[in-house]
């Protein structure tokens, strides 16, 4: 306790740090009161919005906001979606891989880009989600008036949002997309606490104490997932320029285990709802397409876990697969002068680095899937849902993954600054990347 209170002092001593961590909490703060303002001409009481299955995930990402009908009920993740779109054009299309090599001028037409499809992205999705989630009964005014209305301030408090994370990301403490996700995942936790403390009653205690145990279990799985690493030797040739020998240093390829982060199990989501849909649509004529779409609503089936799981490795492997480029690597380090030790340079490089990624993917993908199915494992003991979704899946991968990043972001200073780190040993070891960005 003395040594973290003695860090909490070393954080709040480096003026920039402190400045930026209140600014952070600041925004945060303006962000979660937007989860409050219900959208104008809708009567909340009469509120009673669907989060099952994708719409719960979604909901779960807002904060509750989605259905609570907020002015913040699609939040940023219209503009989650844009970035998204954008990454797999720029894996796809050569137009937007020429931008993305134009170096800090492309980035910003990227950027520009991809903040205009924010807008129609977030258009299409507010009048999706007015017409199919808000009920008549709810509405104060006429359906056309709100419509219209509520279309403008969908789009206005997405475009916030987006400011908010930017804002949080330049003058913050980084990655503020993320960090707003986050925050509504975590404003969820404590209601959950308390409901599944509630539901044990005092009889079952013992069973709440080794709940909590077991999530501080899955958390730190989690953590071991989002850390580790395979590291593949590069050894650089010396070079003399000049007076001066330069390189022949040995340096690492890191190749993460998980390097497709939380998208794979966002993409089998997506897809999950095909099945009882499908079947939906002849259940009336037919008892097998009936079962069917009964055996794919319950998301504590063994078909639907096993078509998650299996969804879940098949697009680990596809995004790890346009995500990293073996041969780019390969061309990059025979241009560097560095070199695998007992591996040609080029073909031989470019193949031997997909065969470790073939290698460590595989595993990877076994390993994420494990965590997107916890959570319809822990349903099944008898937990709250809205407690079970902690256990794993999407949310406990993203509360993991930032809060990582956000402890390198602090210990970056610490370490600047010459104070101790957060850790007596190691380091805290972030991201390569954001989540779902």
Excluded: H
């Amino acid at each position: 306790m003395k040594r973290f209170i003695q860090t909490l002092k070393n954080i709040f001593s480096i003026e920039e740090l402190k400045n930026r961590i209140l600014y952070t909490l600041l925004l945060i703060a303006v962000y979660r009161l937007g989860y409050y303002i219900v959208l104008p001409g809708v009567d909340s009481s009469k509120l009673n919005i669907d989060t099952s299955g994708l719409l719960g995930l979604l909901d779960t990402f807002l904060g509750g906001a989605f259905s609570k009908a907020s002015i913040f009920a699609l939040g940023i993740m219209p503009y989650i979606s844009a970035s998204i779109a954008i990454q797999l054009l720029t894996m796809a299309l050569p137009y937007f891989q020429k931008m993305q090599k134009e170096g800090e001028s492309g980035r910003k037409k990227l950027n520009q880009i991809t903040r205009v499809l924010t807008i129609f992205v977030t258009i299409a999705q507010s009048v999706s989600y007015l017409q199919t989630t808000i009920p008549t009964d709810a509405l104060l005014i006429t359906r056309a008036a709100f419509t219209i209305s509520s279309v403008f301030i969908l789009t206005a408090g997405t475009i916030f949002c987006m400011w908010l994370g930017e804002r949080i990301t330049d003058r913050g403490i980084g990655n503020g997309t993320s960090m707003l996700i986050m925050i509504g995942i975590v404003s969820r936790f404590p209601r959950a606490i308390y409901q599944e403390a509630v539901s044990r009653g005092t009889g079952e205690a013992l069973i709440f104490v080794l709940e909590i145990v077991a999530l501080f279990l899955v958390v730190m799985f989690a953590v071991a997932l989002t850390q580790a690493v395979r590291r593949v030797p590069i050894q650089y040739a010396k070079q003399v320029v000049g007076n001066k020998v330069m390189g022949g240093q040995r340096q690492y390829l890191p190749l993460k285990l998980n390097t497709s982060g939380v998208m794979p199990i966002i993409f089998a989501q997506a897809l999950m709802f095909i099945p009882s849909l499908i079947a939906g649509l002849f259940a009336e004529k037919s008892d097998f397409a009936s079962s069917i779409a009964t055996t794919f609503n319950d998301y504590t089936t063994w078909q639907y876990n096993g078509l998650f799981a299996t969804l879940i490795i098949v697009f680990t492997f596809f995004y790890t697969a346009i995500a990293i480029s073996p041969q780019q690597i390969a061309d990059d380090m025979k241009r560097g002068g560095g070199f695998i030790p007992g591996v040609k340079p080029g073909l031989s490089t470019s193949d031997f680095i997909a065969t470790v990624l073939d290698r460590i993917t595989l595993p990877g993908g076994i390993l994420l899937a494990v965590v997107a199915i916890l959570p319809s494992l822990a349903s099944m003991t008898g937990m709250t849902r809205e407690f079970a979704q902690f256990f794993g899946g999407t949310s406990l991968l993203i509360l993991v993954g930032v809060v990582l990043d956000t402890l390198q972001q602090v210990e970056s200073y610490l370490l600047m600054k010459r104070y101790e780190g957060l850790m007596k040993s190691g380091r805290v070891k972030g991201r390569t990347e954001t989540v779902a960005v």
